[in-house]
């Protein structure tokens, strides 16, 4: 059960995911899809196509037809389920999609993004799913193998091209970093078709990834991208396996999700934004300063699938660079086209780094994790919250608890959040005030509250 998360299903290949459990897991899914045909895409992983043929062999069990797109980034997967296809004389849409995936993780890693009637597949959905998978047998079965190929790569090339044939005329220095990973099965040509001056590293996918870890949100992974921007370019964009995910440099910044939500945001006509519990209070302040709704919920991109659906949000946002637009498109985290509005906000003549530099100083830390076990976790959050409803003299005054996900502590000067990580066992912490001195006061109190809290559970 330890491979079925919250999000999706993610496990070492060979040990967890292998023939049996792969097969087991498409033969149980197939039974929560109504409908024929399900799209199936994969990463660069030496092993993602191996599992591909598994899923296929237990999708084909429970009655479904595969739609194989081949190795494609996830952004592509999503696209599959709003076009239509022609199979057999018939234009039918798919009913399903699955991304086989280990996005971030180590390469021995793998796993499973699924999309049902266009909504993420996730949660109590995911935890029922493993359940059954315990119930199902394959052996013995003469299973009919059923697999069309499908070119939703250049649908999806196509469409993008459309969209941004305005940045045909833009004068920028590009730089890019596909980290080996499967943004550069589309993003080389996207760039070259719409005659744009950009220069690629790492572009070949290889699941070995030999230069770096494709992991934009961690800093050493930028390295080299940043080395090609101080040779000789204006911007720079990073990307993570799977190319859901990206990372945004200027010569000067560094740019996280929630500064690229009030980026994109300033040309939208009083949208609706949602953030996670982990974006900056300057966000939230800001966005209702210009008369925009500003939404704080969960973290996690199936959880802001949802609500940017609930809410018919304009767009939505993690600090990690998951990037969900529904203004002119279709709700989901793509970081390719995140990376072309990026260029049609320099092509309307916005300065980033002016933008950046005009919003108020605060002092922000990155996420930081706290061991703990996956039995512990949880009763560890349910005891933060009964000691903070205590008078704790070590604790600066707290103007409000926000526990939306976890629990966000407003100080008079900042605040900082605790919450159980839903795919590892660990507390994420983090900090953001008025200045460092006074970040580490918050960190200070929190650190020790987390520390009563153990010796309670």
Known sequence: MSIFREY???????????????????????????????????????????LFEYLCKGLNAGGKTILDMGLVPTPVNYFANYISFEIDGREIEVSASVMITGSHNPKEYNGFKITVGKRPFFGEDIYALGKRVSQISLDGKEIEKRVVEVDVKSRYIEYMLEQFEALESLDTRIVYDCGNGAAGVVLPEIFEKLGLDAKGIYIEPDGNFPNHHPDPSVEKNLEDVKRELEKGGDIAFAYDGDADRIAVLTHRYNIKGDQMALLFSMIMERPTVIGEVKCSQTMYDILKERGAKAVMYKTGHSNLKVKIRELDA?????????????DRYFGFDDAIYATLRILELLARGIDLDEELDALPETFATEEIKIETS??????????????????????????????????RIIFDEGWGLVRASNTTPVLVTRFEAIDREKAQIYEKAINRLISEAKKRV
């Open 8 to 50: 999706d299903i993610r496990g070492i290949v060979g040990k967890e995911l292998n023939e049996d459990s792969v097969g087991k897991i498409g033969a149980a899914l197939a039974e929560k899809i109504d409908g024929e045909y399900v799209a199936v895409g994969y990463d660069a992983r030496t092993h993602s196509r191996e």
């Open 314 to 326: 304009d767009l939505a946002c993690e600090v990690s660079g998951h990037i969900f637009f529904n």
């Open 374 to 407: 996956e039995e512990e976790k949880f009763p560890l959050m349910e005891k933060i919250k009964e000691l903070l409803s205590e008078s704790l003299d070590y604790m600066p005054d707290i103007r409000d608890i926000v526990e939306v996900d976890g629990v």
